[in-house]
Structures are given as C-alpha cells and as structure tokens.
C-alpha cells in the first residue's frame, strides 16, 4: 500500500441495502483523517423518489435515454391514432397488432445480436423464405414428419448463419458483402424449390403449422390462458428478483431493497393483467405470442446473465480491448450470425403458420427492411454495444401500430412507407446524438 493513500472497505448495513463505503486519505495529506466515499447507487435509492428523479434528469443530459424515446414514440402513435378513429384501441385491434408483430419480431431477435456487434445481416428475409420452403418440401412433397422437418429448417438457418460468419470471421470478408450475397443466393434457391407454381400449401392439421396459426395453446381456455400467463410473468420476476437481492446481499455488494422490488413487480402485475384483459376480450393469446415473449425472456437472460451475453457486449463496446481481454472474438462473431440465421428460420415458420403455405413472397418485400428498423427503433445502436433484446418488441409495436393504424385511416401503403422511414430516420438521429451527449460527459 502506498505511503501517500491508503483504502480500507467497510461494509455495513442500513435501511434494508449493503452499503459499500471506501475511506480514502487525501494524497497531500496522510494524516488526515479519510474521507469517506459511497456508492451513489446507494444515494440515490436512500433518497427515495427524489433520488431516482435526481437519477433519471442526470442520465438523460448525459445522452442516457435507454428505450424511453419509444415509449414516448409509442405513446404518442397510440395517442394520435386512437383520436383520429376510436377503434384503433379496441380488443380486437390490439389483438391483431400481438398477433402480427411475433413473426417479423423473431427476425429483429437475431438481428439484435448482430447489431450489438455493429454489423448488420441482410439475409435473413430470405433464409426465413427459405426455411419454410424447406419445410413445406420435406411435409408436402416427402412426406416426412412435421417436427422433424421443422428441426432440419431451424437447424438450415442456423448453418447458413454459420457459413456467413465463418466467411465475415475467418475470411475477412465485410458482413455487408457476405449477407447480401446470401440475400441473393438463398432468394434464388427458395424459388427454385418453390417451382412454377411459386406456392406450396401446407395442411391446416400440421402440427407445427397448426401451432403458429391463430390458435392457443390452452385451446377453449384461452381466456384463462392469458391470466395464467401473466401470473406466470409477474411470480418469475418477482421471485429472479429476491433471488438477486438474497446472492448480492451475500456478496456484500449493492442490491435492490424490497421495497423497490415489490413496487416493480406491482407495475408489471398491472400492465400484464391489464393486457391479458383486453386480449381476452377479442380471441386470447395466440400461440404465436407466448413463443415470441418467452423467446425475449430467455434471450434477455442470455444477454444479460451468461457469460456468453457479456462476450457480445464486449466484441460489440471494442473489438481489439475484447481480444486482449481473452474473448475468441472469430467464435463470438460466428456464434452471433448462427443465432440470427436460427431465429430468421423461426420467423420464417410464423410466416408459414400464418398462411398456412409457403410462397415466392415469403420473407420478401419489405420484410428484412421492417426487422432492422424494429430493432433500431426499439434502441439497439446501430454502432454496437449497446441495446437489448427487448427492442424487437419495443419496435415492432411501433411499426405495426403504425401500419395498422394506417390500414384503419384507409391510408396507401406509400404513405406507410414514408413515415416508417421517417421514425426509423428519427430513432438513428436520436441515437447518434446520444452517443455524442455520453461522449462530452465522459461516458462515450
């Protein structure tokens, strides 16, 4: 220890948290008496609600904004729309926006990962076309098993995400050149199998086909479904939570205290129950919608709690720091691409389930374009390092409320397209804006 510092951590509990203090003697002056310096997650929450607002003002003048641009967005989409023709909020509505948004979503799942990395992947509308055409092959003209065929068109895309990242990590060729290629390449097989006719149908009684479609998994239960999945939500939060708080307070670091937990779990328990109400008031909860939720919660948890997640943030935050710190990052780049191959296969079998066929269009038109603003609208970075998975559906509220929105104002489909582009613009300005803002506070 140094003659002209020395530290010594105290720990000691108060108003329910560890708080970590670190007495420090000024350098100047040894014998002075330290000073101590504590953690100011600690103040913020010993100061109640206005620490916290104090918190929130400081982080959004330091660029800090996280998801709360759209939400705002959100809200104010909602707001215009619900004024202009009063069915936009209806039950059946809402049920429509849920039950559309889940197969482009799974597209903007593994785009997430990709644009963590600051890369961008423009195959995945067509490996999505392509894996439902592998499944309509194998059931309709083979006659294989339907589980078993949605296996092999899963586990293509996982390939094809393999195959582009092999050749963007071990090759060195640009993710952009890679993935447009296979934009062309798989476009091309896709209708090649489809052949003349460019559609193949799929049999409603299909088991995986049948799942994605409209249906619920709790079939004339649907409305008990949907509160039973909300409680299912709320307890899972609720008891990760205390889990937290209990494996924290045994590490002796900071940690949440109960109080706040439980008000967080109060305002989940309204919004999920709330959304469960008015789904029930239309057709339930499709299938389509589970997946695609429980698919964000284990993702989420990849990202945040596994070292795995940590990896993808860190190759994303600076590629030559994560490779000095050990981090295969070739492994982690392929890795990444092979999950959104996986997940552009799943959307693509949301696609057949909704059509019940596979066709020429599949994954095409404004698919790919609709995915990656989902996940950029939601606050992923285009510039990596930063977003979560969350913002596949954070977006794809917002790009189908708008589209939806529109349908019910009779609106062209031009018009659609200009100020999706428009929100898509805004959200990349607000993120570079809050790049600078973090960079001038020394937080970039």
């Known amino acids: ?30 014998t002075a008496a330290p000073v101590a310096v504590v953690d100011p997650r600690l103040l913020v929450r ?20 996280g998801q709360l641009p759209v939400v705002v967005g959100l809200i104010v989409i909602w707001t215009i729309f619900q004024l202009k023709n009063d069915l936009f909020l209806s039950a059946d509505n809402l049920s429509s926006i849920s039950y559309f948004l889940s197969a482009t979503g799974m597209l903007a799942i593994g785009l997430v990962f990709v644009l963590l990395l600051g890369e961008i992947d423009l195959s995945v509308g067509s490996v999505s076309g392509l894996a439902s055409t592998i499944f309509a092959v194998f059931v309709v003209t083979h006659g294989m098993n339907e589980w078993l065929a949605l296996f092999l068109a899963i ?10 990242g092999w050749f963007f990590a071990k090759v060195g060729v640009p993710a952009f050149v890679v993935t447009l290629a296979g934009f062309l390449g798989w476009n091309g097989l896709m209708l090649w199998l489809l052949g003349d006719s460019g559609t193949i149908n799929i049999p409603d009684d299909s088991g995986p086909v049948h799942i ?29 939570s205390l889990m937290e708080q209990r494996r924290r307070k045994s590490a002796g670091v900071p940690f949440r205290p109960t109080s706040e937990i439980l008000l967080r779990v109060g305002l989940l328990a309204v919004a999920s129950f709330a959304a469960a109400a008015v789904l029930n008031n239309a057709a339930g909860v499709s299938n389509s919608l589970v997946i695609f939720l429980a698919a ?11 070292t795995f997640g940590r990896k993808v943030f860190a190759v994303g935050g ?33 696609f057949a389930g909704q059509t019940a066929s596979a066709t020429l269009n599949a994954g095409g038109g404004n698919t790919l374009m609709l995915a990656i603003a989902a996940a950029v609208i939601g606050g992923t970075s285009l510039f990596g390092g930063r977003g979560t998975v969350w913002s596949a559906l954070l977006g794809m509220l917002v790009i189908q409320s708008i589209q939806t929105g529109l349908d019910l104002l009779n609106m062209n489909t031009s018009i659609q397209y200009m100020i999706t582009g428009g929100v898509l613009l805004g959200a990349v300005v607000i993120d570079s804006v809050s790049r600078k803002s973090q960079k001038a506070a020394g937080r970039g």
């Not at 002209?4 to 108003?15: G, L, Q």
């Not at 994605?212 to 990760?240: E, K």
Request: charged fraction near 20%; aromatic fraction near 8%; charge should be neutral.
């Open 296 to 306: 964000l919660v284990i993702v989420d948890f990849v990202l945040r709690r596994t």
């Open 46 to 65: 010993e100061e109640g609600l206005k620490g916290y607002w104090t918190e929130f003002k400081r982080k959004v003048k330091g660029g800090e904004l």
């Open 1 to 30: 220890m140094s003659d002209t510092s020395k530290t010594e951590k105290v720990s000691t509990e108060k108003a329910g948290v560890v708080e970590d203090q670190t007495t420090v003697a000024p350098a100047d002056d040894p």
């Open 212 to 240: 994605l479609g409209q249906g619920s998994f709790f079939m004339d239960q649907a409305i008990i479904g949907a509160y039973l999945l909300a409680g299912l939500g709320v307890a899972s939060m609720l008891v990760g």
């Open 155 to 164: 586990l293509t895309g996982i390939g094809i995400g393999v195959l582009h």
């Open 318 to 350: 600076g590629i030559e720091a994560a490779r000095r710190a050990g981090i295969n990052v070739a492994a982690i780049r392929i890795s990444v691409f092979a999950i959104a191959g996986g997940f552009a296969a799943i959307g693509g079998m949301f």
